[in-house]
T-cell receptor, first 114, second 114 residues
Framework: GESVGLHLPTLSVQEGDNSIINCAYSNSASDYFIWYKQESGKGPQFIIDIRSNMDKRQGQRVTVLLNKTVKHLSLQIAATQPGDSAVYFCAENLKLGGYNKLIFGAGTRLAVHP | KAGVTQTPRYLIKTRGQQVTLSCSPISGHRSVSWYQQTPGQGLQFLFEYFSETQRNKGNFPGRFSGRQFSNSRSEMNVSTLELGDSALYLC?????????????FGPGTRLTVL
């Protein structure tokens, strides 16, 4: 489903540590995956994406890993900073009848402590 | 390049009224998608417009409708508002070919139905 409950799973990390946020997706036919960051009162902000023909992609301080065998996606944030505190969503692009649909995961709240 | 803009940012309506929300995509983007975000249901896809045509639709009642203009700006309309329509409505735009391009979100319109 595409639910974000009132009680989001929360990952608490110390400033400077590395963070790993996990996401399980549901459709083997999904060909494109995106991570978004949403801060309070703002819309989701694009972080990084990956196509299904890749298993790893790196950005600035972020790395996305894709394991198609177990339908798992992860976002790694290096040297986590207080400004990284937000809700993180993974999204999968699913092709349906010739059209594309973006399906969002439930979201994980990242709390960074000084 | 300016981001996705949405107006108004906040709106208060009463049950039974109707509302129109506006979205201006990133310049050059032809696809506009709308999402509803609530704490209970998360991010749910409403519909997508591409070149003034609705190309994809989520599972929402007919009270939710939209349109896209020749300049790619889009509006969504909700008629006969219900309390459960209170949500953050997000608009996202993507590049020339549509949903497989990265979607960039606006800040959202916070709708409160009393």
């Amino acid at each position: 489903g595409e639910s974000v409950g009132l009680h989001l799973p929360t990952l608490s990390v110390q400033e400077g540590d590395n963070s790993i946020i996990n996401c399980a997706y549901s459709n083997s036919a999904s060909d494109y995956f995106i991570w978004y960051k949403q801060e309070s009162g703002k819309g989701p902000q694009f972080i990084i994406d990956i196509r299904s023909n890749m298993d790893k992609r790196q950005g600035q301080r972020v790395t996305v890993l894709l394991n198609k065998t177990v339908k798992h996606l992860s976002l790694q944030i290096a040297a986590t900073q207080p400004g990284d505190s937000a809700v993180y969503f993974c999204a999968e692009n699913l092709k349906l009848g010739g059209y594309n649909k973006l399906i969002f995961g439930a979201g994980t709240r990242l709390a960074v402590h000084p | 390049k300016a981001g996705v803009t949405q107006t108004p940012r906040y709106l208060i309506k009463t049950r039974g009224q109707q509302v129109t929300l506006s979205c201006s995509p990133i310049s050059g983007h032809r696809s506009v998608s709308w999402y509803q975000q609530t704490p209970g249901q998360g991010l749910q896809f409403l519909f997508e417009y591409f070149s003034e045509t609705q190309r994809n639709k989520g599972n929402f009642p007919g009270r939710f409708s939209g349109r896209q203009f020749s300049n790619s700006r889009s509006e969504m309309n909700v008629s006969t508002l219900e309390l459960g329509d209170s949500a953050l409505y997000l608009c996202a735009s993507s590049g020339p070919s549509g949903l497989t391009d990265t979607q960039y979100f606006g800040p959202g319109t916070r709708l409160t139905v009393l």
